[in-house]
């Protein structure tokens, strides 16, 4: 699903965009932290990743606050949210592909990532496309 | 027939309409390509027509090049190269096109800023699907509301567009046209989805608000009073062909938000003032002629308030204040405001010359733009000085400032800091003329003349001279000891060019001071409220603040000069106040930020200031910009500014004891 993909590429970018930012000796860039961090929040939140979201909402206030210790220590929060979701996304992928059926994908996965809203329709539509792809059928039940 | 035309149409546009809103073209910017892809997946599923951009500028050039090829714009709020809501103004006010804004952000303050810039809605992401699903209802109603307006207005034109009946109808009389409209809008209603539909499709060429066209009215707007400027009146007064009435009313609404906003942000920011100030030079210009119209204005009691907008908007370019003054000024003034979004816009958006842009400019254009602008203003100083100017809108700073300077004088012609002073001042002499006229009543007619008298006589023997710089300061140190009223601004004029001479050093300097001309610019303005020896003072300010720049004297040094100038003036408290205001403001200039804050305190002084001061500043800025564009950049502008703005409200009479001596003693060899 390449909006997956987009989405982790532009996820790692922005992560090592913010650690080389934090790594600075000299004076770190607040506002460019700021920026990275609400990028990846809209893309987070597009995404229906919702851990990493609101890891991200944590960095902003440290990032606000300008706190570099508690901004590093968000950081590492992050990573460890954005590899979970890799994991778990890349896992619904095979999941879906191989038992060419959406609903178990899906129920797996939300409960995996205690999504509290419902899964990106975007995703979903993808999620589809593919399994229709691999020769599955797309159960209407919810 | 616009009937057979339109059923043709609407038989081309039918199998859209029937599928509206499928088939609804949308543009997405984002710079988040996650997001991106996304939006435009759901678009997709939507069974809209997607396009999509992650860079603002690609947004707008695809807007541009294919005027109908969009019904709805998304756009995210947070982008690096442009910010959301600026590009949400400039769609606003050259397509017209319904705006979308998106952000995570979901802060009151941000959505509040998405509603006042224009968009017509506010998404939080994750955008969801089912609101996607509705962006239609905008496009919908973002045409129904100009039909409204349409049909309200009675345009001439749009007879394809509109039912032909809303033509007949314009031309009848009132009376009829109530019951035009009912019927019109029942038939409307009726053929309201087809309607719309082919409406939206065949829909008006939007118009295009090129500068001119923006200019034209502007000046329309001005000429008729912000206040009184109906759409149908301007339309008259722009007299172009193809304009409807509706398109003006849209034009109008968008233009009075923009005021809006400029008259509440503009304190705020800093930026804004320093464009101002750096406006100010075309301001001067304009000021001069907007000090009749503040007069105007105060008399309608419109000034107070207004003018702070007014003469933001006359920094734009958009002389809305001054209804008295002649449109030709005004759109040399607007053309120049235009010309110098362009200028600044580095980037090269020449399309950049609606007003917005020149707000735009405003928000965020650094320092540097202003020299640019001063190139720009001076051009326009130029033009709407001499109204008989014909001052071609210069892209190149460098070839304006020669044509400027020529005007002017050649000795300023070689710094184009020098061109920028010198168009300054030779516009403000030259406003101060066409001002003075005017302003004869307020009593200043005679300075005025007097000014421009000078500024004449000045460049005369400048212009005699020949181009350097420091033989135009000679003529004008002889004769500013004179003190008449238009010596001193002389010498600001001479300061600037014996400046000139200065030019190897001063160059950097000068375009520096160009900012700052902008400053002084603002800054007399601010000091028209203090009334009385005009020119001179600020001159004298300006001259002393810009000598003191040169040679980097301290800060204080700057505001003694200037308030040497002011006692050289003529004892002239004011002028002193404003010469200081000037130098901060030139200080602002160049320094953006900090000045700012102090410059927007002058500006909005100068908004309540009287015409009569505002016309008088305007000249004395002329040759106070001058010496203020010689400011070096690196003069200690916070310092200065301190001092300046201390300066400024300790209008101190004593200070009139300057005299150009105060400002000869700058390290200027004159």
Redesign the interface.
Same mark, same amino acid.
């Given at each position: 699903m390449?909006?997956a993909s987009? =989405?982790f590429e532009?996820?790692e970018k922005l992560i090592n965009n913010m650690a080389i930012a934090l790594e600075q000796k000299q004076g770190v860039d607040f506002k460019q932290i700021d920026?990275c961090i #609400?990028?990846l929040?809209?893309?987070s939140?597009?995404?229906?990743a919702m851990r990493v979201k609101n890891a991200c909402i944590a960095f902003r206030s440290f990032s606000g606050a300008q706190n570099r210790e508690g901004c590093l220590r968000c950081l590492q929060q992050l990573s460890h949210e954005y590899s979970l979701l890799k994991n778990k996304l890349q896992t619904l992928f095979r999941v879906s592909v191989a038992s060419r059926c959406l609903y178990v994908c899906l129920v797996i996965f939300c409960r995996e990532n205690e999504h509290a809203e419902p899964f990106?329709?975007?995703l979903v =539509?993808?999620l589809e496309q593919q399994i229709v792809a691999a020769g599955g059928s797309i159960p209407r039940v919810h | 027939m616009s009937i057979s035309s339109s059923t043709s149409t609407w038989k081309a546009g039918d199998t859209i309409s029937d599928q509206f809103p499928a088939g609804l073209r949308v543009l997405v910017v984002d710079?988040?390509?996650?997001?991106l892809?996304?939006?435009e997946?759901?678009l997709i599923?939507c069974l809209y027509k997607v396009t999509k951009c992650n860079r603002a500028e690609t947004a707008l050039s695809k807007l541009r090049e294919n005027k109908n090829g969009y019904d709805i714009v998304l756009s995210?709020v #947070?982008m690096?190269d442009m910010d959301g809501f600026k590009l949400l103004e400039h769609i606003g006010l050259e397509m017209d096109l319904p705006v979308i804004m998106m952000?995570?952000?979901d802060g009151k303050q941000v959505v509040m800023k998405g509603v006042t810039h224009g968009a017509c809605d506010y998404l939080i992401?994750?955008?969801?699907?089912e609101a996607l699903k509705n962006i239609w209802q905008h496009v919908v109603r973002k045409r129904k509301n100009e039909w409204k307006e349409f049909e309200q207005s009675g345009s001439v034109e749009e007879g394809d567009r509109q039912p032909k009946q809303s033509d007949d109808a314009d031309y009848s009389s009132s009376a009829n046209e109530g019951n035009w409209k009912g019927s019109k809008r029942r038939k409307d209603e009726e053929e309201e989805t087809d309607e719309r539909d082919d409406t939206s499709t065949l829909k008006k060429p939007r118009v295009v608000w090129s500068v001119e066209l923006h200019q034209q009215f502007v000046a329309a707007v001005n000429q008729l009073g912000i206040d009184k400027a109906v759409p149908k009146k301007i339309l008259e007064l722009m007299n172009v062909p193809g304009l409807t009435r509706e398109n003006v009313a849209s034009h109008l609404q968008k233009y009075r938000l923009y005021l809006r906003r400029l008259s509440g942000v503009s304190q705020h920011q800093s930026n804004l003032s320093t464009i101002i100030s750096a406006q100010d030079p075309t301001f001067g210009s304009l000021s001069s002629l907007s000090g009749l119209d503040l007069q105007t204005l105060a008399a309608t009691g419109q000034l107070p308030a207004q003018s702070l907008a007014r003469l933001q908007a006359a920094g734009l370019g958009r002389a809305t204040a001054k209804s008295g003054i002649p449109i030709t000024l005004v759109d040399q003034r607007n053309i120049f405001s235009f010309e110098n979004p362009k200028l600044r816009f580095g980037e090269g958006q020449q399309q950049h010359m609606t007003n917005k842009q020149q707000v735009n400019l405003l928000h965020g254009i650094p320092t540097t733009m202003e020299p640019k602008q001063l190139v720009s203003l001076r051009h326009a100083a130029q033009s709407v000085g001499n109204m008989n100017m014909q001052v071609p809108p210069h892209g190149a700073q460098s070839s304006q400032n020669n044509p400027l300077l020529m005007q002017m004088g050649q000795q300023q012609q070689q710094s184009r800091g020098q061109m920028l002073v010198d168009s300054t001042i030779n516009h403000a002499p030259r406003l101060s003329s066409s001002m003075g006229q005017p302003i004869l009543s307020n009593g200043m007619a005679t300075n005025v003349s007097s000014r421009n008298g000078i500024p004449e006589n000045i460049r005369a023997p400048g212009y005699s001279q020949t181009p350097s710089m420091l033989n135009f300061p000679m003529n004008h140190a002889s004769e500013l000891p004179g003190n008449c009223f238009p010596l001193g601004s002389t010498p600001g004029v001479s300061n600037l060019t014996s400046k000139g001479a200065f030019q190897e050093d001063v160059n950097s300097e000068i375009k520096g001071s160009g900012g700052f001309m902008p400053s002084y610019d603002v800054f007399n303005d601010l000091n028209q409220h203090k009334p009385q020896s005009w020119e001179l003072q600020n001159v004298g300010i300006a001259f002393d603040t810009s000598q003191n720049s040169n040679s980097l004297q301290g800060n204080l040094d700057l505001t003694q000069s200037a308030l040497g100038q002011q006692g050289f003036s003529s004892g002239q408290m004011n002028g002193h106040n404003r010469s200081a205001a000037v130098a901060s403001k030139a200080m602002f200039s160049t320094d953006d930020v900090k000045e700012l804050g102090s410059a927007q305190n002058v500006n909005q002084h100068l908004n309540n200031l009287l015409v009569d001061n505002s016309i008088r500043v305007k000249s004395e800025r002329v040759c106070d910009t001058s010496p203020a564009n010689i400011f070096p950049d690196h003069f200690g502008q916070d310092d200065l500014m301190s001092a300046l703005l201390k300066q400024q409200e300790s209008v101190a009479s004593s200070e009139n004891e300057f005299d150009f001596d105060g400002y000869s003693m700058n390290n200027i060899p004159v």
């Open positions: 390449e909006v987009l =989405f532009d996820c920026e #609400h990028q929040k809209g893309s939140s597009s995404i229906g990106p329709d975007v =539509f993808q | 710079d988040d390509p996650t997001c892809m996304i939006l997946k759901m599923a995210d #947070h690096p952000s995570a952000d992401k994750p955008v969801r699907i």
